[in-house]
């Protein structure tokens, strides 16, 4: 029983290289003859796995989905590689419970050997401020969504711009894809009426039925998604990641203590107690102030707009500290 139990795993895992198999090399990679072959598939199809037979001269077998899951293989790298991203999807407001019983499922079927690393791995995914208080998102919804992008298919749905605003009006989009920043869920759309690319917030979407004619996707700016959104969230078409506002600046702290804290700006080192930072921002005025942050004297290099935010900001703070008054 142990001998045929351990040649249905093997076999398992070979049909899961999803490739087509002809029963003589089964065999031949098994060291088993075709009649066991043909039985051990017979066993696998009553355990659930749906496994056609492929047509052809040599004949061969192919592991399809089916209608329901069945037991899965996983070796040891995959079953550490899954247990580590259910830990981290545990800090996603949208699938965390589900991750965790999916985890607990998972650690319950393991052998010992396994279950023990993965008890010493223990990882907590924080999130990022902005996204500690973000509102659940229906799973439900992502799971229509994901459909209407997979078929090609125009969405219709009702939109709240914020907790305490009515619905907009229906909007119709063709749907293109689903993105998580900072714990929040996105749908990235070209908006058939406004005749723009959108990003809206999946936790205020609604979707209605049923949903619209296919449609053939446009190209996205900037390349890919990741490129599009991260232009988007800095305030530009999302064409380019670049900042809309860009400068230079010596400071006058050393590099080491201004790295830390410089997140997506380059900084140089010009000696011990100077720096050149780069650095952007959605505005001038933001970069002004982004880089006043640092408290030490500042050189601006360029470009002569972030001079003149300087001192425009400059005078604000000092119209403020002279209405304040002495205390």
């Not at 907790?163 to 759309?189: I, K």
Request: overall charge neutral; aromatic content about 6%; proline content about 7%.
């Amino acid at each position: 029983m142990h001998k045929t139990s351990s040649r249905l795993l093997a076999l398992l895992s070979l049909l899961q290289t999803h490739r087509d198999w002809s029963g003589e090399d089964l065999a031949g990679r098994l060291d088993i003859t075709s009649r066991t072959v043909r039985r051990d598939i017979d066993r696998l199809r009553e355990l659930g796995y749906r496994i056609t037979t492929v047509k052809g001269p040599a004949g061969g077998y192919r592991l399809d989905a089916g209608t329901h899951m069945p037991p899965m293989l996983f070796d040891d790298g995959q079953a550490v590689a899954l247990a580590v991203a259910l830990q981290t999807s545990a800090a996603d407001a949208a699938v965390a419970e589900d991750a965790t019983r999916a985890l607990a499922t998972l650690r319950q079927v393991m052998p010992s050997r396994l279950r023990h690393r993965i008890d010493l791995l223990r990882i907590t995914a924080v999130p990022p401020p902005a996204a500690r208080d973000a509102p659940r998102v229906d799973t439900h919804v992502l799971v229509e969504l994901s459909r209407a992008i997979h078929a090609r298919e125009e969405l219709r749905f009702d939109y709240t711009l914020g907790p305490s605003t009515s619905v907009d009006d229906p909007r119709r989009v063709e749907p293109h894809h689903l993105v998580t920043r900072l714990n929040r869920w996105y749908l990235v759309a070209w908006d058939l009426d406004r005749e723009d690319w959108r990003t809206f917030r999946v936790d205020r979407i609604r979707p209605r039925t049923p949903t619209g004619p296919r449609f053939t996707p446009r190209e996205l700016p900037g390349g890919s998604v990741s490129a599009f959104i991260t232009g988007r969230f800095r305030g530009n078409d999302g064409a380019t990641t670049d900042w809309p506002c860009q400068g230079e600046v010596v400071l006058h702290l050393p590099a080491a203590e201004i790295a830390p804290y410089a997140q997506d700006g380059i900084v140089e080192e010009l000696g011990p107690h100077h720096c050149r930072l780069t650095l952007g921002s959605w505005s001038w005025t933001g970069l002004a102030a982004a880089i006043g942050r640092f408290d030490t004297e500042i050189e601006v290099i360029g470009p002569p707009q972030l001079a003149t935010a300087c001192a425009d900001l400059a005078a604000r703070y000092a119209r403020a500290a002279r209405a304040a008054g002495p205390e």
